[in-house]
């Protein structure tokens, strides 16, 4: 099951569609978390960046592989 969810994982329109909704997200986040600083032009935090984008690419990896296994009768 763990090999089948990480040869999932990285699956060409999976990592798409999770780079795109990452893209989405994680800008309103970081807009939403640090959009004082970037408007008052002031140091922001790169880890919280970081953050705020590989959080929503796990979740919709995640959602994907596991609708995946959902699919094939694994889940």
């Known amino acids: 099951m763990q ?17 795109r909704i990452a ?3 994680g800008t309103v986040l970081n ?17 919280h960046v970081a953050m705020n984008y590989l959080v929503p690419y796990c979740v919709a990896t995640y959602s994907a592989v596991k609708n995946e296994l959902g699919r094939r009768g694994g889940a």
């Open 3 to 19: 090999r089948f969810f990480w040869s999932a994982a990285v699956q060409k329109h999976i990592v798409v569609n999770a780079c």
């Open 23 to 25: 893209l989405v997200v």
């Open 31 to 47: 807009l939403i978390n640090q959009g004082d600083a970037i408007l008052a032009n002031n140091g922001i935090s790169w880890g």
